[in-house]
């Protein structure tokens, strides 16, 4: 079947602007995670959703940054009032109940805040 | 706190020489440790993880409990295994699932 789906996979916006990025997960996978990942880092966590709520969001850096998932399914991440900081790859993965740490991740959608 | 350290950014070797990808951890637990690879214009996969003891395209690693690594071995390189690897760390359990990457190792396999 088809894998994680990222959209849109390049958004260029202006510092100030509200942001949403989308996630579709592969069928059936009732986990799912987003990552932001900048130039020359790892993944760094953002938040997991298990179901249609988000089991653990330490990762949000701040308020501006805001996520669902009200179907358990389908996922978006919101952000408000960007600043150039937040320019980076936004990488969504979903997982299989009950298995560990096998994510399955999107191609990821690329920000950049001018 | 979960913490996983890949000391090395860049790692160059020759075609049919070993290689070994350092991986440290911090986890104040019994966690799970994983390596995921990104292969160039391609997303980010599992490559292997310490419960299932495998090798995948011939690389290893073993989780040293005492030295709280999670080294990435291969005996001979090949070419196509240059990519970005990523040392990842998991709890067990309930909202334990969340994985930590390190900063991650390019890897160079020169013919």
């Known amino acids: 079947g088809a894998g994680v789906s990222q959209t849109p996979s390049n958004k260029v916006t202006e510092k100030g602007k509200y942001v949403e990025l989308r996630c579709d997960p592969i069928?059936?996978?009732?986990?799912l995670y987003w990552y932001r990942q900048s130039l020359g880092q790892g993944p760094e966590f953002l938040i997991y959703f298990q179901g249609t709520g988000a089991a653990d969001d330490s990762g949000l850096p701040n308020d501006r940054f805001f996520a669902v998932r009200p179907e358990g399914s389908v996922s978006t991440l919101k952000i408000q009032r960007t600043e150039r900081g937040d320019s980076a790859v936004y990488l969504c993965?979903?997982?299989?109940?009950?298995?560990?740490?096998?994510?399955?991740f999107g191609e990821g959608s690329r920000l950049t805040v001018l | 706190a979960q913490r996983v350290t890949q000391p090395e950014k860049l790692l160059s070797v020759f075609k049919g020489a070993p290689v070994e990808l350092k991986c440290n951890y911090s986890?104040?637990?019994?966690?799970?440790l994983f390596w995921y690879v990104q292969y160039s214009r391609q997303r980010l996969q599992l490559l292997l993880r310490h419960i299932s003891r495998e090798s995948i395209k011939g690389f290893t690693a073993d989780l040293n409990k005492g030295e709280t690594s999670f080294h990435l071995k291969k005996p001979f390189a090949q070419e196509e295994d240059s990519a970005m690897y990523y040392c990842?760390?998991?709890?067990?359990?309930?909202?334990?699932?969340?994985?930590?990457f390190g900063k991650g190792t390019l890897l160079t396999v020169n013919p």
């Open positions: 993965a979903s997982r299989r109940q009950g298995e560990a740490g096998e994510l399955f």
């Open positions: 069928s059936g996978h009732t986990a």
């Open positions: 986890y104040s637990g019994s966690p799970e």
């Open positions: 990842a760390l998991s709890g067990v359990g309930g909202s334990n699932y969340k994985l930590t």
